[in-house]
């Protein structure tokens, strides 16, 4: 059972653009949704987290919009730029459980 | 701040064989997690240890797979014998524990061991 869809598989933006991935998740215990930004070799890396009693958490060009109701969320990149090019993941978990991923999106940011 | 280590970064071995992957989590992280990431999947959760202590090993393959966290610090991760599935690369990553709970549940990554078995 995949407790966590998440789409598109990857995307293409411009340099400039915005890229949007979306989440939706099943298990309405969960209560905190981290984002994972992960380069070719490396460890996932928390990018930013939100919890459910917030409608939207912005940190510089990241923003998440979350929405309780239809049990979704997603990730806004607002002017991507060729170093944002990486995998994103999105997560859910129970605060202190294991975190439970989307499979990925992979985004290119073309110059 | 050092990371979560990990080693070996790259292992090849044959099917029916054995491996073990080693972790030294962040210094005063009592969590420390295995995930498999297979390719072009996000991280599965194998193992959750809280101390040296299991909180969460139902995705274990436990036919084939053990952990251990002796002393609550490092930790090893062992597959035997090996199977082809098996490929992929293994996580590990640490977090404090949260009390009270807290928004910063940040877990920590390492760069992975990627294993192919052949």
């Known amino acids: 059972q995949q407790q966590v869809k998440q789409s598109p598989q990857s995307l293409i933006v411009q340099k400039g653009g915005i890229s949007i991935i979306n989440c939706a998740y099943e298990?309405?215990?969960?209560?905190?949704f981290p984002w994972y930004q992960q380069f070719p070799g490396k460890g996932p890396a928390l990018l930013i987290a939100i919890r459910p009693d917030v409608s939207e958490k912005k940190e510089g060009r990241f923003t998440i919009s979350f929405n309780k109701s239809a049990k979704q969320f997603s990730l806004h990149i607002m002017d991507s730029q060729p170093g944002d090019s990486a995998t994103y993941f999105c997560a859910a978990a129970r605060i202190s459980e294991k975190l439970v991923f989307g499979k990925g999106t992979k985004l290119t940011v073309n110059p | 701040e050092a990371g979560v280590a990990q080693s070996p970064r790259y292992k090849i071995i044959e099917k029916r064989q054995s491996v073990a992957f080693w972790c030294n989590p962040i210094?005063?992280?009592?969590?420390l997690y295995w995930y498999q990431q297979i390719l072009g999947q996000g991280p599965k959760l194998l193992i959750q240890?809280?101390?040296?202590?299991?909180?969460?090993d139902s995705q274990l393959p436990k036919d084939r797979f053990s952990a251990e966290r002796l002393k609550g610090v490092d930790s090893t991760l062992k597959i035997q014998p090996a199977k082809l599935e098996d490929s992929a690369v293994y996580l590990c990553?640490?977090?404090?524990?949260?009390?009270?709970?807290?928004?910063?549940?940040?877990?920590?990554f390492g760069q992975g061991t990627r294993l192919t078995v052949v």
């Open positions: 298990n309405t215990a969960f209560d905190y």
């Open positions: 210094s005063g992280h009592a969590t």
């Open positions: 990553a640490s977090s404090l524990p949260q009390e009270p709970i807290t928004l910063n549940t940040e877990a920590f």
């Open positions: 240890f809280q101390n040296n202590g299991v909180v969460d």
